[in-house]
């Protein structure tokens, strides 16, 4: 049990955590910094998340970044290796809703070109120079472990009627179009790199998560969880765990895996 124990063990690797300031991302950040990984929390603006974690301790460090911009996330990662060691553990884990929420959740009939663009700029395109960058480090070294977040609305179309009636921190909600069709492209992208990068020992893989309770009102979180075997939605923390399984050595050879936690949502 001791071996097995051991493989969960993160001390001496270094993670990069994009969007690692977000509702989930400070949960992952923590998880890794608990299992020993020294973390860089790459963030528009990653301040207060770094203060809000630095009592766990470990060895950790904020890098305000766009994304989206492939130079300044360049120098992000020369910044992290040099400050913090070789990259092992990428998790390509940053998303956006846009910089209008009318507009990211209007009816697919009048969903603007604008706000699609905007979306797909960070939930899939960033998402593979991220990795691009990362990943070409990682392939130099023959070693790493590259996970990305999707969702399960990119493994299957949203049930529209849990909506009715539903809110996000006080608004209506829906999933939209460009949500699921990014989700969607992060788990070709994931497999796609899986197969191309494992001759070098790098692996890729996806971690889907169901419905997290961050804000939703109750009639939401009733209709969804109606909807899940389990009976529920997730709380963020059910997530680090799958994600610990996926950064560490007990995942040695797993890889091009969507891994779903859903509470079996996509079981029935």
């Known amino acids: 049990m001791t071996v097995v124990r051991n493989q969960f063990d993160l001390s001496g690797k270094v993670a990069l955590v994009t969007g690692g300031a977000g509702i989930l991302g400070r949960h992952f950040v923590k998880a890794l910094l608990a299992h020993g990984a ?14 809000a974690l630095a009592p766990v301790g470990g060895r950790l460090a904020g890098m305000p970044c766009d994304i989206t911009d492939r130079e300044a996330f360049r120098t992000v990662v020369d910044r992290v290796e040099h400050d913090l060691g070789p990259i092992d553990i990428l998790h390509n884990n940053a998303a956006t809703k846009g910089s209008d929420l009318a507009a990211f959740f209007a009816p697919t009939e009048s969903y603007s070109e604008t706000t699609w663009r905007e979306v797909m700029s ?29 969702s399960v609305y990119g493994v299957f179309g949203p049930d ?52 997290v309770e961050s ?11 109606n909807r899940v075997p389990m009976g529920r939605m997730a709380q963020p923390e059910e997530m680090t765990g799958p994600l ?20 079996g949502l996509s079981a029935w």
């Open 244 to 263: 610990i399984f996926l950064a560490s050595d007990a995942s040695s050879y797993v890889t091009g895996q969507n891994l779903l936690v859903d509470g």
């Open 122 to 150: 960070v939930n899939l395109d960033a998402m593979f120079f991220v990795a691009q960058e990362v990943g070409k480090r990682m392939v130099a070294r023959r070693k790493g472990s590259v996970i990305q977040t999707s």
């Open 160 to 211: 529209q009627r849990i909506y009715e009636g539903s809110e996000y921190l006080g608004r209506p909600i829906n999933t939209p179009p460009v949500y699921s069709a990014s989700k969607a492209g992060v788990i070709g992208l994931t497999k796609f790199l899986a197969t191309t990068w494992a001759p070098y020992s790098v692996r890729v893989n996806a971690l889907i998560p169901g419905g």
């Open 215 to 225: 804000g939703q009102n109750e009639t939401f979180k009733t209709r969804y969880g």
């Open 38 to 51: 020294a973390v860089a929390v790459v963030d528009l603006d990653p301040g207060a998340a770094v203060d």
